[in-house]
């Protein structure tokens, strides 16, 4: 079966440090794959989607940036925190009609 | 632009009774419609999807429905149990691209 992971789980970071946050898949390859926010009381804030190694596309304009260095490895970037970067961050495995996420990591800025 | 509405109020119910969410979009055609679970500090769990020829769909306790003439869905839970106390997440796809529109979530509380 599919598994998604994610680490960290929760991250407490100061304003303008740098970022990393990666998501791994088990079980499946070629898979289509995502970033989203989830800020409270709002709904999943899609960031970042991959249908491919190398192949990145951005959705919010944003100091964060995503990269696919291998098949199943979706990695989370960012090279100066700000304070509106805190969040809950999940990513996502999609299949044809629905998407599997991963654990989430909690991310505060201080 | 888009939008997805779910009611922002937390719903309370009594258990064994029925909750009733309720899911609302604007300026989108949906090819299918999915609603996830999502317990604090996790990620959503897909519990069910719905095709735009679709009425209605069951699984076990829950129940969707979609009025794509209205542009809503309702999220029923029969028999509620306290366990069933989460927030519940709509989700619209057009089936062409790589993008699904999540909403807020709606809270629920089931009281034993």
């Known amino acids: 079966s599919q598994t998604i992971h994610q680490w960290p789980a929760t991250l407490v970071q100061p304003v303008g440090s740098p970022l990393s946050l990666e998501c791994t898949v088990e079980?499946?390859?070629?898979?289509?794959l995502y970033w989203y926010r989830q800020a409270a009381g709002r709904g999943l804030q899609l960031l970042f989607y991959?249908?491919?190694?190398?192949?990145i596309s951005s959705e919010v304009p944003q100091n964060l940036s995503a990269s696919r260095p291998q098949d199943r490895q979706f990695i989370l970037s960012s090279k100066k925190l700000l304070l509106s970067d805190s969040g809950f961050y999940l990513c996502?495995?999609?299949?044809?009609?629905?998407?599997?996420f991963g654990p989430g990591t909690r991310l505060l800025v201080l | 632009s888009q939008k997805i509405e779910q009611n922002s109020e937390a719903l309370n119910i009594q258990e064994g009774k029925t909750a009733t969410l309720t899911c609302n979009y604007t300026?989108?055609?949906?090819?299918?419609l999915q609603w996830y679970r999502q317990d604090p500090g996790r990620g959503p769990v897909f519990l069910l999807l719905?095709?735009?020829?679709?009425k209605e769909k069951r699984k076990e306790r829950l129940k969707v429905t979609f009025d794509t003439t209205l542009k809503q869905s309702l999220f029923h839970i029969t028999a509620s149990q306290p366990a069933d106390s989460a927030t519940y997440l709509c989700?619209?796809?057009?089936?062409?691209?790589?993008?699904?529109?999540f909403g807020a979530g709606t809270r629920l509380f089931v009281k034993a």
């Open positions: 996502a495995w999609r299949t044809e009609e629905t998407q599997y």
């Open positions: 079980g499946t390859s070629n898979p289509n």
């Open positions: 989700a619209l796809d057009n089936g062409g691209g790589f993008k699904t529109i």
């Open positions: 300026n989108y055609s949906p090819a299918y």
């Open positions: 991959s249908v491919g190694i190398g192949q």
């Open positions: 719905i095709r735009e020829n679709e």
